[in-house]
């Protein structure tokens, strides 16, 4: 079944206390990329890559690394993180480019 | 700081009318137009892209694109309960970056 995953779908942490997000497609799609959905302010772009070590900032990259060793992974690192990046956050992918995306099933974080 | 605006609803249609959501941007140099359908708690789906100026229809879903006017619409036909949902309006910028609107909630009543 062709899918994106993330892992964990659901983290409570604490301010500081490094982690990291995976995610994973199976569609050997290019392009992947991270959102974050906030109310009232929608999803915006994190971060994105187009291919195996290729990766570029979106809209709102502070707080956030990415890495691309591997065509079918696309992990999302947050270093020290903060209580305003509690947010929902999705993974999606894409043949080629910001055309036509599979969203992961999201990842709700909470940090205290 | 490219920007797509939606009225964020919520929008109530009797089942069976025609629903019309709309979303405006800000650059015209602007490729690709998607429709994204998120029921609450899951993660967004696509409905519809278009590339060109007009409509484009599928099913009982059609996309608008007016380039000179910056506006791109979605009509939904026949409309179901099950068409409850929000919609997000994706509009793309050099081919890489993707700017989402706020989404329209969508309520169809029965």
């Known amino acids: 079944e062709a899918q994106v995953t993330q892992n964990p779908r659901y983290l409570i942490t604490v301010t500081g206390k490094k982690l990291t997000v995976t995610c994973s497609q199976n569609?050997?799609?290019?392009?992947m990329s991270w959102y974050r959905q906030d109310p009232g302010l929608g999803l915006r772009q994190i971060y994105y890559?187009?291919?195996?070590?290729?990766?570029d900032k979106g809209d709102v990259p502070e707080g956030y690394k990415v890495s691309r060793k591997e065509k079918r992974n696309f992990p999302l690192i947050l270093e020290s993180p903060s209580p305003n990046q509690t947010s929902l956050y999705f993974c999606?992918?894409?043949?080629?480019?910001?055309?036509?995306?599979?969203f992961g099933p999201g990842t709700r974080l909470t940090v205290t | 700081q490219k920007e797509v605006e939606q009225n964020s609803g919520p929008l109530s249609v009797p089942e069976g009318a025609i629903a019309s959501l709309n979303c405006t941007y800000s650059?015209?140099?602007?490729?690709?137009f998607f429709w994204y359908r998120q029921y609450s708690g899951k993660s967004p789906e696509l409905i519809m892209f278009?590339?060109?100026?007009g409509d484009k229809e599928d099913g009982r879903f059609t996309a608008q694109l007016n380039k000179a006017s910056q506006y791109v619409s979605l009509l939904i036909r026949d409309s179901q309960p099950s068409d409850s949902a929000t919609y997000l309006c994706?509009?793309?910028?050099?081919?890489?970056?993707?700017?989402f609107g706020i989404g329209t909630k969508l309520q169809v009543i029965p």
């Open positions: 999606a992918s894409s043949v080629a480019g910001a055309v036509e995306q599979y």
């Open positions: 569609m050997n799609h290019e392009y």
């Open positions: 890559s187009m291919n195996v070590e290729v990766t």
């Open positions: 650059d015209r140099g602007s490729q690709s």
């Open positions: 278009i590339y060109s100026n």
């Open positions: 994706a509009v793309t910028w050099g081919y890489q970056k993707v700017t």
